[in-house]
C-alpha cells in the first residue's frame, strides 16, 4: 500500500510540474505493454475511496497498450481508453526515460482521464473523473502491473 501511495504523490509531483509546461517529450518510444489489472479505488456517492482487488472485479486488464512519442511534441495511446485514443486531444504531454505522464479533458471541462506509466517497473495508474463541475464527481482509479511486449 506503501508503494502505492508514493507512486500516487510521485505522479502528482509530475503532473504539477508539467502543467507549467504542458509537453516535454524528451525521448521518442514506440512501446507495447500486456497489463493486468491490481486493484481499482472507486470514489462516487456510494464509495468514498473504496478499493477492490482485480479478484473481485469484473473488469480485464489490458491485452495491447502502445505508446508512441516523437520529440518535440507528438504522443499518441492507444489501448487504454477510446478517449485518450485522441492525440489531439492530450493536454499534458510528458515522456522522460522513467515516465510517461498525460492528461486530457474534454470540451466541457468536465471530464478528464491520466495516466502515468514508470517505463522501467511496469507499474500503470489510469485516473477517469467525472462530473468535475459538480460537488459529487466521480473518480475511478486503476492501478496495472505492466509487461513490455
Not at 493486468?36 to 464509495?47: F, V
Not at 478499493?51 to 508512441?68: C, H, R
Not at 470540451?107 to 517497473?121: C, F, L, P
Request: overall charge neutral.
Amino acid at each position: 500500500m506503501l508503494k502505492y501511495f508514493f507512486y500516487i504523490s510521485l505522479s502528482l509531483l509530475f503532473y504539477n510540474s508539467s502543467l507549467a509546461q504542458d509537453v516535454n517529450i524528451q525521448e521518442n518510444i514506440n512501446l507495447s505493454f500486456a497489463c493486468e489489472l491490481d486493484k481499482k479505488i472507486i470514489k462516487n456517492s456510494k464509495y468514498n475511496y473504496q478499493t477492490f482487488l482485480a479478484k473481485d472485479l469484473n473488469e480485464k486488464g489490458l491485452d495491447n497498450l502502445k505508446i508512441e512519442s516523437l520529440k518535440p511534441d507528438t504522443l499518441s495511446i492507444n489501448g487504454l481508453s477510446l478517449f485518450l485514443s485522441k492525440s489531439e486531444k492530450l493536454n499534458v504531454k510528458v515522456v522522460s526515460k522513467d515516465i510517461v505522464l498525460f492528461k486530457s479533458i474534454d470540451d466541457t471541462g468536465n471530464y478528464s482521464e491520466s495516466a502515468i506509466i514508470d517505463r522501467k517497473s511496469g507499474e500503470l495508474m489510469h485516473e477517469i473523473t467525472r462530473n468535475i463541475k459538480s460537488e459529487n464527481s466521480e473518480k475511478d482509479i486503476y492501478f496495472y502491473t505492466c509487461i513490455k511486449q
